[in-house]
């Protein structure tokens, strides 16, 4: 059973250019979760998706950041017109459940080293 | 929300026992995390505890809670050169979503 996979594992783009990020859940997951972590802090919490639908995104940055997770295919998280502050490791991670109560562990994939130039 | 502390650094002589301490003000987390981060990598879950026990222990790994004081620690027996590497703590907040205290990098010295 692969792990959660992300890819690229490396992406640099210049400002104002997109940059499209892909992670595709562990078999048999149907939650995933993105974290963005700035050099020398910890993660933070970005959004929370099920197949087609966002779940929470109050992590989110209100403009140029959206994510998505079809019925089929990876999930993506899009960053349009990039700015320098964007530049961080994106790490995604999936779960099999929903609970809040129950124990619910993310496994966490290998994450996108994004720089911006 | 849950806000989580961290010390940032430790140094200890491989073969001694490594502590690592977290704060946190949300006592509502049901679980507690503790992730390791080796450079370059992702985050390997090492060990988790269920909010109404004290103390855990796997192997080499015991975790403390202390739910009074809000406090959770991770200690490493017997540390080796490979437990170098950046450990953070979690809970989760509302919904599901973990949050990360900002990470305490161990150095083990040979």
């Known amino acids: 059973n692969a792990g959660v996979m992300q890819n690229p594992r490396h992406l640099v783009r210049r400002r104002g250019q997109e940059a499209r990020l892909r992670c595709s859940p562990m078999?048999?997951?149907?939650?995933v979760y993105w974290y963005r972590q700035l050099p020398e802090e910890g993660l933070k919490f970005m959004v929370y998706?099920?197949?087609?639908?966002?779940?929470?995104e109050s992590g989110m940055p209100k403009e140029r950041f959206s994510a998505e997770f079809p019925k089929e295919g990876p999930s993506i998280l899009r960053i349009q017109q990039v700015v320098r502050g964007d530049s961080a490791a994106y790490f995604c991670?999936?779960?099999?459940?929903?609970?809040?109560?129950?124990?619910?562990?993310?496994?966490f994939g290998p994450g996108t080293r994004l720089t911006v130039l | 929300g849950e806000d989580v502390e961290q010390s940032l650094f430790l140094s200890v002589r491989e073969g001694d026992s490594s502590v690592i301490n977290c704060t946190y003000t949300?006592?509502?987390?049901?679980?507690l995390y503790w992730y390791k981060q080796e450079p370059g990598a992702g985050l390997q879950l090492l060990t988790y505890?269920?909010?109404?026990?004290d103390m855990k222990q796997d192997q080499r790994l015991t975790v403390l809670l202390n739910k009074k004081d809000k406090h959770l620690s991770l200690r490493i027996a017997d540390t080796q050169t490979g437990d170098s590497a950046i450990y953070f703590c979690?809970?989760?907040?509302?919904?599901?979503?973990?949050?990360f205290g900002g990470g305490t990098r161990l150095m083990v010295k040979p």
């Open positions: 979690a809970g989760t907040a509302a919904g599901n979503m973990l949050t």
């Open positions: 505890i269920f909010s109404n026990m």
């Open positions: 991670a999936s779960s099999p459940m929903t609970s809040g109560s129950s124990y619910n562990e993310q496994f």
């Open positions: 078999k048999g997951h149907s939650h």
């Open positions: 998706l099920q197949k087609e639908n966002i779940i929470d």
């Open positions: 949300d006592s509502s987390s049901t679980y």
